[in-house]
């Protein structure tokens, strides 16, 4: 394929989990064939931007056709991961864990939180949904048995970074950290930072000042 040859640029790998959705949105509807200027009205991102992503990975429609939207479907899935099932675990079950367990990624059938990890023992035990809270101690041996690749951290600041060595110690590929603090992992761990205060800066930022452009 393209992407054993040529470096997907990141703004294009981001942009893939939005027509993912869109196009999902489309198959629930019915719809079975989709084009560039259709999910670019959708998402407001430009045609060309959008079948340059998809060059990337070789020919995905046809020219005066679009593209299949169960072709699409089946590459972003395959894109996600080679499993049918992708089997994700968390730990901090605080306010905010509790909320993403219970949310469970509900907008997507295929990413599944199935394994909470906690420190106390007030909480260690307690079941939400389907998932039960486990001890700290049997997190590298639950990673491993459960064949778990992408964990989120949910615990407090202080925590982050020890809770991060673990995880790759666990032999854990990708971590979504929704601390403020950011974690050092080795460049075979891909971690993404979600910093809630720094996107509401950055929301108010953009609402100021493109806001104020188009008056």
């Known amino acids: ?24 949105t489309l198959k629930a509807k019915g719809e079975d ?3 560039s200027k259709s999910i670019s009205e959708g998402l407001n991102i430009d045609s060309a931007t959008i079948r340059r992503d998809f060059s990337y990975f070789g020919e995905l429609g046809k020219k005066g056709y679009g593209y299949n939207i169960d072709n699409l479907l089946d590459f972003f899935k395959s894109e996600l991961s080679d499993a049918e099932e992708i089997r994700i675990g968390i730990v901090g079950v ?9 949310y469970n990624f509900s907008i997507h059938d295929d990413m599944t939180i199935t394994e909470a990890f906690d420190i106390r023992p007030d909480i260690i ?7 039960t809270v486990k001890s700290m101690d049997t997190l590298k041996e639950t990673i491993k048995k459960q064949k778990l690749e992408v ?4 615990t407090p600041e202080d925590a982050a970074q020890t809770v991060t060595d673990q995880l790759v110690s666990a032999g854990i590929k990708g971590i979504l950290n929704f601390t403020p603090k950011r974690v050092q992992a080795p460049q075979s761990v891909q971690v993404h930072q979600i910093d809630l205060g720094v996107e ?10 493109y806001s104020s452009a188009v008056k």
Do not use: C, D, W
């Open 1 to 24: 394929m393209a992407k054993e040859t040529v470096k997907i640029p990141r703004a294009t790998l981001k942009r893939l989990p939005l027509y993912y959705r869109f196009v999902n």
């Open 33 to 35: 064939r989709v084009n």
């Open 94 to 102: 605080g306010n905010l864990g509790h909320a993403l367990i219970t």
């Open 125 to 131: 035990g307690e079941t939400i949904g389907n998932v």
């Open 151 to 154: 964990v989120i951290i949910a």
């Open 200 to 209: 509401l800066q950055s929301l108010l930022f953009f609402m100021k000042n």
